[in-house]
């Protein structure tokens, strides 16, 4: 345990902290000059945009620096020791444990998550097999996992990405850490998740005095959970202080413009539009009646694994084979509406955008567009069908949304190459420059492949290309998501803007209130693929009535920011 | 693992090593008959197995040919019998398997079976059963080396479709209007690629291997055409008598290219994988 000193004395202490990446172009100063201490039992939150250097700092804290990057200076010292800041293998590195953002690639492909949460936990203490197996079934409940037995046999490509990260959460956990590093740890959660697993890590700070570094971009949710912030710009600690003090009297310009960029749920919300002409009622561009897809699960865990489970826990060992990812969804949207579709992930609401664009075909129901079922055409067949062109998408990750090899001018120009009018290659240059100019990306960009270009840019090219062919429905899947809060600020705008210049129907699919709030009229609340509440934005938000609607917007993180000095700010 | 993390360094220069000499080798593959200095076929009973010297720069056979026009000659029937074998088994196997992991079904059930059939045969005896059976002419050696090849590359292509199958940027294409071929050819096929061109360098020097393999045990090309196979099996006789030039010229040529053409593909790997530029 730890003792009277140890409580008074930071736990971590890092002081002057320099890394160097090495690259084609010689060293890059990826972190300079960081000093920062946590003490037991308090959270710091590190915020910052992607490139900051808010992981590096993490993963030399934790001595996994990737092979290109090493420590110039500095020192880093834990529990009163200091690290060895060389290595690159962890090592001597007990009572810390970190979270990634990407939950799949940091789990075992090929290994049952449960086995893996005990893999964990019998390397780091003396239980027995059946002790450990319990235990992991409890973590696995703490991280509210449902059906905690049969997801023990699950393996990493059968759960939801949220999912996952409820796992590795769990494993960093199952060893009783005394400092926990959470890079983005919520990061493509749904409110609600996020909610509950921060307040597990709040509840076990408390509890254990287990000190806790949250690395995040969102800048609401720092704010609500820690108790000091570190700013972070260009490697560098720009800002640094009490949540409060940091929030409410922020010094410096870049603080200000990432306060002024965070989207509230309690301010901006836009007038409903209402777009009814002379009262009449607009007849439904989508019509979805009794919408259902089931998928088919395939074999939960071995043979053995199962009898196992159902020895051991009868009641829950059930086996269910099909799985309704959708379940008898009906739901109309009029033209030129924007509705928002909310839900946690796994709810069904990715699967739904799927079946309305066509990627997937449905199991039963119709999807009626300009009263023609569209649902009853092959997904196979669906490219060439004559509805193409008028249902776009813009997908969740602009990086893996764009053909790595092709520029981001040809990613525009494609659409209009298969479905567009025909026309020469000076007529669809111009045309592209102009869809270029109309998403505010220079044209200068337009021969550049993705990966030469930012996570705003890719953004940009992949709503260019979804309103190519001048789509009366464009369904938005998180667009936004994988976004800084600055570039997200940015990119709402622009969808706003293009609603309303080209007279979109916008289907946005979100998790993200606060982001649906601010371009919605109506909103959708999806869960477990049904659709349980509907309504108007402010009258649903305001008054949900719905216990898991009531649930979603009580999850918001609201953190105190306060606007009357932010009025400078710059917009990025 | 401590030695794994100097590869990256060292791979460039190995890699650009083995290019030039997998280029060298394709010239005298092109040039040999004008540059070999005496005529490959041409028997001389009085200067049998003389030792390497200024007339006969790798000495003479049994018969009195020139060891090192025959080398010369030889490289370009080897070469283009590996060449032609790996670009058969390329073409095939990529369409198969890109084919055969995109659609799944009873056409990915057919393509594998008949993957797992082939390969459950010990390959190079394969090879020999199709010569012996077809008869040992060129055509059919590149035809064996071709069939025994062609597995691995359905393999590769169908495991990097089946990772980019459901790709966002594949649904993309399929929404902007790409029917299923136009998806398999435009956008999965090119981001599969690098594997298989590393693959194919790979699968160069086992061909190599192979069609002189199956010379050296006589089903494949005949004697009296030079090639490095037949060479190494004539020159097996003097082993023991001491006349070391007749087998050791073209086992070096051999061994030089099959070499150059693993070290090439190691090279193209890392050439190709991001994570390393």
Same mark, same amino acid.
């Given at each position: ?181 959470? +890079? ?142 959708? +379940? ?26 799927a079946l309305i664009v066509r990627l997937i075909d449905p199991s039963a129901g119709s999807i009626l567009f300009r009263g023609k ?162 309504g108007m934005t402010e009258q649903l938000l305001s008054a949900p009535t719905h216990p898991y609607t009531k649930e979603l917007v ?19 | ?277």
């Amino acid at each position: 345990m730890m003792s009277e000193i140890g409580a008074i004395e930071p736990l971590l202490e890092i002081e002057g902290l320099c890394v160097n990446i090495a690259s084609r172009r010689g060293n890059v100063a990826a972190v300079r000059n960081v000093s920062l201490s946590v003490a037991p039992g308090e959270i710091l939150g590190v915020v910052g945009e992607s490139g900051s250097g808010k992981s590096v700092t993490a993963l030399a804290v934790i001595g996994i620096l990737p092979a290109a990057a090493c420590v110039a200076q500095g020192r880093v010292r834990f529990a009163g020791r200091a690290l060895d800041l060389t290595g690159r293998h962890g090592g001597d590195r007990d009572g810390l444990a970190i979270i990634f953002q990407n939950p799949r690639a940091a789990l075992n492909p090929i290994r049952p998550v449960g086995r893996q949460l005990v893999d964990a936990l019998r390397v780091h203490s003396s239980l027995s097999m059946g002790q450990a197996t319990a235990r992991a079934v409890e973590l696995l409940k703490q991280v509210r996992i449902r059906e905690p037995v049969r997801r023990f046999w699950s393996y990493p490509f059968e759960l939801s990405g949220g999912m996952c990260q409820r796992v590795m959460i769990a494993i960093a956990l199952a060893c009783e850490p005394r400092l926990l590093i959470a +890079d983005e740890p919520t990061t493509g959660l749904d409110v609600t998740t996020q909610k509950a697993i921060i307040d597990l890590i709040v509840a076990l700070a408390a509890r254990r005095g287990m000190a806790t570094v949250l690395i995040t971009h969102d800048l609401a949710l720092a704010g609500e959970r820690c108790s000091r912030l570190a700013v972070m710009q260009g490697g560098q600690v720009v800002e640094i202080g009490a949540t409060a003090e940091v929030l409410s009297r922020p010094r410096e310009p870049y603080t200000r413009s990432l306060i002024a960029a965070t989207p509230r749920a309690d301010q901006g919300a836009r007038p409903p539009e209402s777009r009814t002409l002379g009262g009449l009622v607009p007849k439904p561009l989508l019509l979805v009646e009794g919408l259902c897809r089931d998928y088919r699960l395939r074999n939960a865990g071995g043979t053995a694994a199962r009898a196992w489970a159902r020895l051991s826990h009868p009641g829950e060992a059930r086996r269910i084979d099909i799985v309704r990812a959708v +379940d008898n969804v009906t739901f109309r949207l009029s033209a030129g509406e924007s509705v928002g579709l909310v839900g946690e992930s796994g709810s069904g609401k990715s699967t739904l955008a799927a079946l309305i664009v066509r990627l997937i075909d449905p199991s039963a129901g119709s999807i009626l567009f300009r009263g023609k079922d569209i649902g009853a055409i092959r997904a196979r067949d669906a490219a060439r069908a004559p509805h193409r062109r008028e249902i776009q998408m813009v997908f969740q990750d602009p990086s893996a949304s764009l053909n790595p090899r092709h520029t981001a001018f040809a990613a525009i120009a494609e659409p209009i190459r298969r479905l567009g009018p025909l026309a020469g290659n000076r007529q669809l240059d111009i045309v592209v420059r102009e869809l270029a100019e109309m998403v505010e990306l220079a044209p200068a960009l337009l021969t550049r492949l993705p990966h030469q270009l930012s996570g705003g840019e890719k953004a940009r090219v992949g709503i260019a290309r979804a309103i190519a062919l001048r789509p009366s429905l464009l369904v938005l899947d998180e667009p936004t998501a994988s976004l800084d809060v600055r570039v997200q600020a940015v990119i709402l705008d622009l969808l706003a803007k293009l609603r309303s210049e080209f007279e979109l129907t916008y289907l946005f699919v979100s998790h993200d209130l606060a982001v649906v709030r601010r371009i919605c009229d109506r909103v959708l609340v999806m869960r477990a693929g049904c659709i349980v509440e509907s309504g108007m934005t402010e009258q649903l938000l305001s008054a949900p009535t719905h216990p898991y609607t009531k649930e979603l917007v009580a999850a918001i993180p609201h953190a105190v920011v306060s606007r009357e000095h932010c009025h400078t700010a710059p917009t990025g | 693992m401590e030695f794994a993390r100097h590869l990256p360094y060292m791979q460039p220069r190995a890699g650009s090593g083995s290019l030039i000499l997998i280029v060298a080798l394709g010239l005298v593959g092109v040039v040999a008959p004008w540059i070999a200095p005496q005529d490959p076929l041409a028997t001389n009973v009085a200067v049998a197995l003389k030792p390497p010297s200024s007339i006969h720069w790798f000495g003479t056979d049994a018969v009195g040919r020139d060891v090192f026009s025959r080398v010369l000659i030889a490289t370009r029937l080897d070469l283009s019998i590996a060449a032609t074998a790996v670009a058969l088994a390329f073409i095939v196997g990529a369409a198969a398997g890109t084919i055969s992991g995109y659609f799944g079904g009873w056409i990915d059930a057919a393509i594998g079976r008949l993957t797992d059939t082939i390969m459950a045969f010990p390959l190079f005896v394969l090879a020999m059963g199709i010569v012996a059976a077809a008869g040992n002419t060129v055509a059919n050696i590149v035809y064996a080396t071709a069939i025994i090849n062609i597995p691995t590359y359905i393999r590769v292509a169908r495991a990097e479709v089946l990772v980019r199958r459901d790709a966002p940027f594949i649904q993309a294409a399929r929404l902007v209007g790409n029917g299923p071929p136009r998806v398999l050819a435009f956008h999965l096929f090119p981001n599969v690629l690098p594997p298989l061109v590393v693959q194919a360098s790979l699968n160069m020097s086992y061909a190599i291997l192979n069609a002189a393999g199956l010379s050296f045990i006589g089903l494949g090309v005949r004697p009296p055409t030079p090639e490095w196979g037949i060479m190494v099996a004539d020159g097996a006789a003097f082993i023991i008598s001491g006349e070391w030039w007749v087998w050791l010229f073209p086992g070096l040529v051999l061994t030089g290219a099959v070499l150059a053409f693993n070290i090439a593909g190691d090279g193209l790997r890392d050439f190709f994988d991001p994570q390393k530029r």
